[in-house]
């Protein structure tokens, strides 16, 4: 998705759902450096549950865009990729001052469904923060409404980094 979206883009017609599954085969993860700064955390110096969320979020905008995926691009198009299905368990805090690893990978597309893992750990690996597990559904921004499929160049790029 590296060319400039035209007038002419458009997201895909609505039809049969496409009922493709796909599974990551790989146990590599993208990772995603962060630094706990002092407006993440509260008065004690511990990081704000809600930052770790935002962390989440970069990585996987980050690990899309590695693999050539321009997020306001999709929007562009006129597709959005929302949180459907959110669950995290916080193993340990996070202290201001502190540098750590968001790791993320995608592990399943099943049809418009997208499921991404995640984990905070420090940056030597010894330390598990956070782990969670994210689902994103594609939506026609205009019409709010979920899409019958992804558009091709989306699920391209998606299923060439799967496999």
Same mark, same amino acid.
């Given at each position: 998705?590296?060319?400039? *979206?035209? =007038?002419?883009?458009? /997201?895909? *017609?609505?039809?049969?759902?496409?009922?493709?599954?796909?599974?990551?085969?790989?146990?590599?993860?993208?990772?995603?450096?962060?630094?706990?700064? *002092?407006?993440?955390?509260?008065?004690?110096?511990?990081?704000?549950?809600? @930052?770790?969320?935002?962390?989440?979020?970069? =990585? @996987?905008?980050?690990?899309? $865009?590695?693999?050539?995926?321009?997020?306001?691009?999709?929007?562009?198009?006129?597709?959005?990729? *929302?949180?459907?299905?959110?669950?995290? @368990?916080?193993?340990?805090?996070?202290?201001?001052?502190?540098?750590?690893?968001?790791?993320? $990978?995608?592990?399943?597309?099943?049809?418009?469904?997208?499921?991404?893992?995640? +984990?905070?750990?420090?940056?030597?690996?010894?330390?598990?923060? /956070?782990?969670? +597990?994210?689902?994103?559904?594609?939506?026609?921004?205009?019409?709010?409404?979920? /899409? +019958?499929?992804?558009?091709?160049?989306?699920?391209?790029? /998606?299923?060439?980094?799967?496999?």
């Amino acid at each position: 998705m590296s060319e400039e *979206p035209t =007038a002419s883009a458009q /997201l895909p *017609p609505s039809g049969e759902i496409q009922n493709y599954s796909l599974t990551a085969t790989t146990e590599n993860w993208f990772e995603y450096p962060v630094r706990a700064y *002092p407006y993440h955390s509260d008065y004690s110096g511990i990081v704000w549950h809600g @930052r770790y969320l935002a962390w989440l979020e970069e =990585a @996987r905008l980050e690990y899309l $865009r590695s693999i050539g995926i321009d997020y306001a691009e999709l929007v562009a198009l006129g597709c959005e990729l *929302p949180v459907v299905e959110l669950s995290l @368990r916080y193993h340990r805090s996070v202290q201001m001052g502190m540098a750590v690893v968001v790791k993320t $990978r995608m592990t399943e597309i099943a049809g418009v469904r997208i499921n991404w893992d995640y +984990r905070i750990q420090s940056v030597d690996g010894e330390e598990l923060y /956070l782990t969670g +597990r994210v689902t994103l559904v594609a939506i026609d921004r205009e019409k709010g409404k979920i /899409l +019958r499929q992804l558009p091709s160049a989306i699920k391209e790029a /998606l299923v060439k980094r799967a496999v």
